[in-house]
């Protein structure tokens, strides 16, 4: 049975970072791009950031870019997400992805079919 189970997510002040985490369990997915998304309330799932297979491409949204860095240990099955420069923009629930199809790398909800449950990220003013 495959599990993500992110963590790190809490509150913090604008200007503050924060690290997520993402741990896999069930197999590997070393021929995968895994990916961040966020959720603020009543609005819609948008993507953060990507990583593929091999470390090799990561891609951003132009929100986060210069501020986050995603990155991945296939070795213990886990991916990161460092948050720094954080704004109150950035609050949202967090949620890591594997996207379903091997050695692609997408940017939609509806590409990705693994999600882990979330982590609350709150960024006071």
């Known amino acids: 049975q495959v599990r993500l189970v992110e963590s790190g997510g809490g509150l913090v002040q604008a200007g503050g970072s924060l690290r997520l985490s993402c741990a896999a369990s069930?197999?590997?997915?070393?021929?995968?791009?895994m990916g961040w998304f966020r959720q603020a309330p009543g609005k819609e799932r948008e993507f953060v950031a990507h990583?593929?297979?091999?470390?090799?491409?990561?891609y951003y949204a132009d929100s986060v870019k210069g501020r986050f860095t995603i990155s991945r240990d296939n070795a213990k099955n886990t991916l990161y997400l460092q948050m720094n420069s954080l704004k109150p923009e950035d609050t949202a629930v967090y949620y890591c992805?594997?996207?379903?199809?091997?050695?692609?790398?997408?940017?939609?909800?509806?590409?990705?079919?693994?999600w882990g449950q979330g982590t609350q990220v709150t960024v006071s003013s």
């Open positions: 992805a594997v996207a379903a199809v091997p050695y692609t790398a997408p940017t939609t909800t509806g590409r990705y079919n693994y």
């Open positions: 069930g197999r590997t997915f070393s021929d995968s791009t």
């Open positions: 990583i593929t297979w091999g470390a090799a491409r990561t």
